[in-house]
């Protein structure tokens, strides 16, 4: 069994900046790419960033694209989710997820197997 422990939300300004981690528990980790997807309040889950299991080349959403950046550190099986000029509209719980699927695509969440249960992250003045 897989498990996935987010960390590093919490209440900041428009403009700041945080750190997202998740750490993940088996040795599943460095073989599959990983995700981050983010649900805001009173909406549908939407995807954020994924990384391959190599690290190599890196997906966003259109409305983090330039703002946010994923990476991973297989040796501590962490992956990071880099999150600058935070926008009240980035307001949501992130979760990180294991892609052992890949019937889709990157962007699409029914290609994730494992979820953690999620960081709060609030943008507000």
């Known amino acids: 069994q897989v498990q996935l422990v987010e960390s590093g939300g919490g209440l900041v300004q428009p403009g700041d900046s945080l750190r997202l981690s998740c750490v993940a528990s088996?040795?599943?980790?460095?073989?599959?790419?990983m995700g981050w997807f983010r649900q805001p309040p009173g909406k549908e889950r939407e995807f954020v960033a994924a990384?391959?299991?190599?690290?190599?080349?890196?997906y966003y959403a259109d409305s983090v694209k330039g703002r946010f950046t994923i990476s991973r550190d297989n040796a501590k099986n962490t992956v990071y989710l880099q999150m600058n000029s935070l926008k009240p509209e980035d307001t949501a719980i992130y979760h990180c997820?294991?892609?052992?699927?890949?019937?889709?695509?990157?962007?699409?969440?029914?290609?994730?197997?494992?979820w953690g249960q999620g960081t709060q992250v609030t943008v507000s003045s």
């Open positions: 997820a294991v892609r052992r699927d890949i019937t889709h695509s990157y962007y699409d969440a029914r290609d994730y197997t494992y």
């Open positions: 990384i391959p299991w190599s690290g190599g080349s890196t």
């Open positions: 088996g040795r599943i980790f460095s073989s599959y790419s």
